[in-house]
């Protein structure tokens, strides 16, 4: 990547990833520093700086003879040493563009500073290596709770999982079913030489990421975005025709389009924000599917059911997001080990007041895209154990409740419960 001058782009980056390190989110604070000229370096110095956070973390602290712990210096340090290794960019001109980032930072005094530091990590190299191997958060670029709970949950695959938590996600489309099939729209993909390979249905997993613009059908609701984790969820709903399905935490909408591409039933999608509902609404007229929408809490019964129990619902509940953590490096530095507790309580919650609203003989889906067992088989097997109506049954597509982050497919929990008449 060519981009110049990289001063103003490190800069802009040590003032989001500053604010990121204190607490708020990327995404929030990416929406605010809209530098035109520095767009593409300020994504790749952002995103690159956090997902290998523990790593650029250790070695400013292993270099730094003074305090570092200037809310702006030392994430211009950080940043500066992501663009250092990610080989994207000439180590000099690294270096040259870091220093001047110092005067657009304010940080004059510090020009000799940051000279020094990124200069000994050029020179150290093995050296520094030795020196910062035995911290697990610069080894596996998680923080040391989430490491030690995927060891105990996972001890046979937990640095996979790792691995899996920093490499670039994958990029899955979901062919609309009532417009197309898997197999053809492969072939329109082909034509305009775009690789993708198929997962089964119609599902693909493209070779390489590209903008949504950009793939044949995408306006015209042949084709959506989707992790094929999370076209699990409409097989594993049973779905049957006529049925009254609920999809109670709906938003963005993709798990609700894909119900309605795939089953001529009628839908009732909830979300509590009326941004995400809009969202939800345009997502949905493109693909040319309809469905009651509502803006409400979904464990506030009264204020959105009128008493009619529902054949099916979906319960995509609020989680952790660690099996999507790849997809948003910032999350996994942002969570807490007590977020789990908070986290499992509110599913709790959410799963107790659906549970009034599904019929006997209903079946509920309850789904996470956490690798989590305290969010999953924890809070479903507490919920069967106090529910004696409560069944657990086997996922209609034969496949494990967890599926773990992989090449193919982000981490994802499902649970099919069915209640007893």
Same mark, same amino acid.
């Given at each position: 990547?060519?981009? %110049?001058? +990289?001063?103003? &782009? #490190?800069?802009?980056? @040590?003032?989001?990833?500053? =604010?990121? /390190? $204190? ?92 000279? %020094?530091? +990124?200069?000994? &990590? #050029?020179?150290?190299? @093995?050296?520094?290596?030795? =020196?910062? /191997? $035995? ?92 992790? %094929?984790?999370?076209?699990? &969820? ?110 499992? &309580? ?76």
């Amino acid at each position: 990547m060519s981009i %110049a001058p +990289l001063a103003p &782009a #490190l800069a802009d980056a @040590a003032r989001v990833v500053s =604010r990121v /390190a $204190a607490g708020r989110s990327l995404a929030d604070e990416l929406e605010g520093a809209n530098r035109a000229t520095t767009r593409a370096a300020l994504l790749d110095l952002t995103h690159g700086t956090l997902r290998r956070f523990g790593r650029v973390q250790a070695i400013v602290k292993e270099l730094s003879h003074r305090d570092t712990s200037d809310t702006l210096l030392e994430p211009l340090l950080w940043c500066a040493i992501y663009a250092l290794e990610s080989g994207r960019y000439a180590s000099y001109t690294v270096v040259d563009q870091a220093v001047q980032a110092c005067g657009l930072l304010e940080k004059w005094n510090a020009k000799g500073y940051v000279n %020094a530091v +990124l200069r000994g &990590a #050029l020179r150290e190299g @093995a050296s520094l290596e030795a =020196r910062i /191997a $035995a911290d697990p958060q610069a080894r596996y670029q998680h923080p040391s709770w989430w490491i030690d709970a995927l060891r105990r949950a996972y001890p046979e695959n937990w640095e996979g999982i790792l691995a899996a938590g920093n490499s670039h996600p994958p990029m899955c489309v979901r062919v609309n079913a009532r417009k197309g099939s898997g197999d053809a729209y492969a072939e329109r993909l082909a034509a305009a030489g775009i690789g993708a390979r198929p997962l089964g249905g119609n599902t693909l997993l493209l070779e390489r990421p590209l903008a949504v613009e950009d793939l044949p059908g995408f306006a015209a609701g042949e084709v959506s975005v989707q992790d %094929a984790g999370a076209q699990r &969820a409409a097989p594993c709903l049973d779905l049957q025709p006529g049925q009254r399905v609920l999809d109670a935490c709906a938003a963005p909408g993709g798990k609700t389009a894909h119900i309605l591409e795939v089953a001529d039933v009628e839908v009732t999608a909830l979300d509590s924000d009326a941004g995400r509902v809009a969202r939800l609404a345009r997502n949905l007229e493109r693909l040319s599917l309809r469905a009651e929408l509502r803006r409400a809490d979904c464990t506030r019964l009264s204020d959105w059911w009128r008493g009619e129990a529902f054949d099916r619902i979906l319960a995509d509940v609020p989680c952790s997001a660690s099996g999507i953590a790849r997809r948003r490096p910032d999350l996994k530095w942002l969570r807490r080990a007590q977020d789990l507790a908070s986290f499992a &309580a509110q599913q709790t919650t959410i799963l107790d007041a659906l549970w009034q609203a599904l019929r006997a003989n209903g079946k509920l889906l309850y789904a996470t895209c956490s690798v989590f067992p305290q969010e999953n088989d924890g809070v479903i097997d507490a919920f069967v154990a106090r529910h004696s109506a409560a069944r657990r049954l086997p996922l209609p597509d034969g496949g494990a409740a967890q599926w773990l982050p992989d090449a193919e497919h982000d981490g994802f929990f499902y649970a099919l419960i069915e209640k007893a008449a």
